[in-house]
C-alpha cells in the first residue's frame, strides 16, 4: 500500500529518538541511571531510559516522557547536551538521537521499571555493565563535560531555548498592597539575579478594570472573591520598584475584560504560545506570584501546549488560603508534569 501525503519521499528517511542521561551523587560516588531492555534490540542489556519521538511532541518532552515511562522518574529539569547521529549506531535504522542530562537529587528516586524497560537501577559510574547502542560513548562525553562544567550543584544550564516568565510582580500582591501575598515581595531578588542569564524574558501582570468580576467589597480571599486590586494605570498594578524590567522583556496584561478572569497569559487567542515557538522556546522558568494561582494556571497551561515547565521554588509565594493550598499547587504541577528547581541552580555557559 503507498500512502500519498504531500510531505512522504520515495527515499527512507532517518527517526529521532530522544534518550535521558540523569547523573546522581551518592556521596563520594557518581551514578548514572540505566534500564534493562524488554525488547529487540539489545534485549536484556542495559542502556539509557529514552524512546521514539511523537509526532507532535518537542524532543526535549519526549526524554522526559520516556524517562517517566521506563523509570518513573520525573520532575528533574533535563538540559540539552549534544546530538549523536553517527550511521549504524542503532541497529533498526538511521537513527539521530537528542541527549538530554539532568541531576537527580542525592535521596530521590523510587525507580520502577514499565513500558518497554525490563528493569531500572542507579549504577556507578565507575562499574557500568555491557551498554547498547552507543551508550558508553555518549555516558563518557557527558561525564567528561559533566565533571568541567558543572560546580556548586549549578546544572540547569540556560541557553537560547529558554525564556522566563515573570508573574505578577506587581505591588498590589506584595507587603504594603491591596491582596498581599505573604513575604511576596521576596521574589525579587532571585527573579533579578537569574533575568542576565535569559535572551527571552516574558512579564506578566494582573490589568484589571474598576469593575472587575472578581472584585468583592466582602472579599474571601478565594477564586471570583478577591478585593480590589491591580486596576489598570494605578500603582497597586505597578512592577515592585526593586524588580528590574530589562528593555527586551515582553510586557503583557491580563484580565483586562470585565467579564473576564485570567490566571495564566495562555489565552484562547494562542498568542502567548505563538510567541514562545517563534522564538523557539521549549522551556520555560516560571517564577513570582502567587503559587496557588497564577504561578499555578501558567505552569499547567505551560505543560498542556507541550513545553517544558520549571517553577523557580525560591522566587515564587502564595495566598495559601486555606493554609496549605500553595503546597498542594506545587502537587497539583508536578503531577502534571512540571519540574522544580532553586535560581541558584541555573547558570549560563
Ligand atoms: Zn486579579
Not at 152 to 165: C, V, Y
Not at 309 to 316: E, G, K, R
Amino acid at each position: 500500500m503507498t500512502i500519498k501525503t504531500s510531505y512522504t519521499y520515495k527515499y527512507p528517511r532517518p527517526m529521532a529518538t530522544a534518550d535521558a542521561l540523569i547523573f546522581r551523587e551518592a556521596g563520594k560516588e557518581l551514578e548514572v541511571l540505566l534500564i534493562k531492555r524488554g525488547h529487540f534490540p539489545f534485549k536484556g542489556k542495559w542502556a539509557l531510559p529514552g524512546g521514539y519521538m511523537d509526532m507532535d511532541e518537542r524532543l526535549i518532552k519526549t526524554a522526559e516522557r520516556e524517562l517517566f515511562e521506563e523509570t518513573g522518574v520525573h520532575g528533574i529539569p533535563l538540559t540539552f547536551f549534544r546530538m549523536y547521529e553517527t550511521p549504524g549506531r542503532d541497529p533498526r535504522g538511521r537513527t539521530i538521537t537528542g541527549i538530554y542530562f539532568g541531576v537527580a537529587k542525592p535521596d530521590n528516586y523510587e525507580l520502577r521499571s514499565r513500558d518497554d524497560a525490563a528493569d531500572a537501577a542507579w549504577c556507578r559510574i565507575d562499574n557500568l555493565p555491557e551498554l547498547s547502542f552507543d551508550h558508553k560513548l555518549i555516558i563518557h562525553d557527558a561525564l567528561t563535560w559533566y565533571q568541567k562544567k558543572i560546580q556548586n550543584g549549578k546544572s540547569i544550564i540556560i541557553g537560547p531555548g529558554d525564556a522566563l516568565i515573570v508573574v505578577d510582580v506587581q505591588n498590589d500582591f506584595c507587603p504594603g498592597g491591596a491582596l498581599a501575598v505573604s513575604d511576596g515581595d521576596k521574589v525579587v531578588s532571585p527573579l533579578n539575579t537569574v533575568m542576565s542569564l535569559f535572551d527571552n524574558i516574558f512579564m506578566t501582570r494582573d490589568w484589571h478594570p474598576h469593575n472587575h468580576c472578581s472584585f468583592s467589597t466582602t472579599p474571601e480571599y478565594i477564586d471570583g472573591s478577591w478585593p480590589f486590586h491591580c486596576v489598570a494605570d494605578t500603582d497597586g498594578a505597578s512592577f515592585h520598584p526593586d524588580l528590574i524590567v530589562p528593555k527586551r522583556a515582553v510586557i503583557s496584561g491580563k484580565a483586562f475584560l470585565a467579564e473576564k478572569e485570567e490566571y495564566s497569559d495562555f489565552d484562547q487567542t494562542g498568542r502567548f504560545r505563538k510567541a514562545l515557538l517563534e522564538r523557539g522556546i521549549d522551556r520555560v522558568f516560571i517564577g513570582g506570584l502567587a503559587t496557588d494561582y497564577c504561578i499555578k494556571f501558567t505552569t499547567l497551561d505551560a505543560l498542556k501546549e507541550g513545553f517544558c515547565a520549571i517553577v523557580l521554588t525560591d522566587a515564587v509565594r502564595g495566598v495559601d488560603i486555606p493554609p496549605g493550598n500553595a503546597q498542594k499547587a506545587i502537587n497539583n504541577m508536578l503531577e502534571a508534569g512540571a519540574c522544580l528547581a532553586s535560581t541558584g541552580e541555573l547558570i549560563r555557559l
